[in-house]
């Protein structure tokens, strides 16, 4: 008894602020990668060649420029993106400073994820919208995102724990906190094998956590039975 | 009035495919006419070039006097919005409700909250769906399903319905009660309907006019009565041979056959 109250005086607030500090650069670095991947993932079903607006090149592009960005381990972007954290947030370190490069490294991702949501949305339901006299703008809010909406839903989910795994990347090495940072610190770096346990369990139930409130938030609002 | 003129629609894939060949066609107000012909004639093509879903390759689509083979961007929605159209597989919206369903067409035109409402109210008790009106896609049956995609179709006061075999998805009686509605609404509202199937009986049921298409072109047409009556097309006698074959198979005369043997009482 008395170890345990020793440990949670010692450490409770450490991984309190660990524990902040991830769901905020998860959170928030969701939240931007869904704010440039809705356009992507919305472009490239509009132009793909069942699409809307079939434009070959334009979809080519755009899905090699996914590609690259997926392709690129997301240590080697974390670096290449300091300039770019210290230009947009004025910092490539800290909390802040983690957010620039863990957004762009998810943006084509959920690109990619929003993309299959909305292809899944049956062509018939598009065409019932276009027979009514929708314009694309009116499709793809009132059609594509509503009717995709509990599989966006879920793709939310599985971005946050991506995410979730590359802040802890994040965090131990550019110093921007977090429970991966606290893991590898105490650790590696100090030999402190029950903060590092500690941690760890933390984040298994974190994850889980995010999984059963997006599974459950999908169930809910999906009308098809 | 519907004027189709010199029509063809050609799908340039892998390889050419004329799906309409010179299709030319009047249809009169308040008409309700059928197109029927085999599985991949063209009905569908034809109809959905009425509407622009599909681009003519050449030929022009008028009505009501206006060419509207042209239009594009926002003339194009104006005009599609006073069209319906009813699908086969009914094509609701599985994530709205059925009165958001209704209201759909006309939240595209941004019509207040409570007209939209009012409207679709008004429609579903037409089609016999007030007390669903809270109820999903996914909760409804085939035939309900069907008169919610009525109720939609007639949101924006059309006065051109197209349905592309919209009761080829139900049971013969589920059938007969969505054909008999579309009726009542032709009569009663004056909506001109066009009609595709592929089954005589419902062109036979509720067509006035009927054109036969075979291989994208139109092979026969006039009354439905005197089509039935005195086929001339080859196609055409095939297609009733071939109804009958099936009508039989569906066990409609058998029905008949067995009331007969119990003596016709029921
Ligand atoms: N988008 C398309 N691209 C290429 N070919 C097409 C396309 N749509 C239809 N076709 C072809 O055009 C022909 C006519 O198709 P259509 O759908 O109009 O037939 P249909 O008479 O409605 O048949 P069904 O009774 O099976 O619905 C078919 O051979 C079909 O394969
Ligand atoms: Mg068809």
Redesign the pocket.
């Known amino acids: 008894m008395e170890v345990i109250q020793a440990f949670i005086d010692q450490y409770a607030l450490l991984l309190t602020r660990g524990i902040w500090d991830t769901i905020v650069m998860t959170g928030v670095s969701t939240f931007f990668a869904y704010v440039l991947g809705i356009p992507i993932g919305v472009a490239l079903v509009l132009t793909s060649p069942v699409g809307l607006h079939p434009h070959r090149i334009f979809h080519e592009i755009l899905g090699w420029i996914v590609n690259m960005g997926r392709s690129i381990p997301f240590i080697i972007l974390l670096v290449l993106l300091l300039p770019l954290s210290r230009l947009l947030v004025g910092t490539a370190m800290g909390v802040s400073g983690a957010i620039v490069p863990l957004t762009i490294a998810a943006a084509p991702f959920v690109g990619r994820l929003v993309e299959q949501s909305l292809s899944e949305v049956k062509g018939g339901l598009v065409e019932a919208a276009q027979s009514f006299g929708a314009s694309t703008l009116q499709i793809v809010l009132k059609v594509f995102l509503k009717e995709g909406l509990p599989s966006l839903v879920r793709g939310v989910s599985i971005t946050f724990i991506t995410l979730f795994g590359y802040v802890a990347i994040a965090g131990a090495l550019t110093g921007a906190g977090g429970l991966g940072d606290i893991a590898i610190r105490y650790g590696f770096q100090r030999f402190q094998g029950d903060v590092m346990i500690v941690a760890v369990a933390i984040c298994i139930v974190l994850v889980q956590i995010a999984q059963s409130i997006g599974d459950s938030l999908a169930r809910r609002i999906d009308k098809r039975k | 009035m519907i004027e189709i003129r010199h029509l063809t629609k050609v799908?340039s894939?892998t390889s050419e495919?004329h799906?309409l060949h010179d299709v030319s066609l009047t249809i009169q107000d308040g008409e309700i006419f059928g197109i029927i012909?085999a599985?991949?004639?063209?009905?569908?093509?034809l109809v959905r070039c009425i509407n622009l879903l599909e681009r003519p390759t050449s030929g022009r689509i008028i009505i009501d006097g206006v060419d509207v083979t042209g239009f594009k961007g926002r003339q194009l929605h104006e005009f599609r919005s006073s069209i319906g159209m009813i699908f086969q597989d009914f094509s609701l919206f599985q994530q709205r409700s059925v009165l958001g369903n209704v209201t759909f067409p006309l939240e595209l035109r941004h019509d207040k909250r409570e007209h939209r409402q009012a409207r679709a109210r008004e429609l579903l008790e037409l089609v016999g769906l007030t007390d669903k009106e809270k109820s999903f896609p996914s909760q409804l049956s085939g035939g309900q399903q069907q008169r919610v995609a009525i109720a939609r179709a007639l949101a924006n006061h059309p006065k051109i319905m197209l349905c592309d075999?919209a009761t080829s998805a139900l049971d013969t009686r589920t059938a007969a009660s969505i054909l008999g509605l579309l009726k009542n609404i032709n009569k009663d509202l004056g909506v001109t309907m066009i009609v595709i199937t592929?089954s005589l009986s419902v062109a036979e049921k509720v067509c006035d006019k009927i054109a036969v298409i075979d291989e994208g072109k139109i092979v026969e047409q006039g009354l439905t009565a005197e089509v039935f009556a005195n086929p001339q097309s080859p196609i055409t006698r095939e297609l009733l041979k071939n109804d009958k074959l099936s009508s039989v198979l569906n066990g409609a005369d058998l029905d008949e056959a067995a009331g007969e043997l119990s003596g016709g009482g029921a």
């Open positions: 799908f894939g495919h799906a012909g599985s991949g004639a063209g009905k569908s093509t075999e592929h």
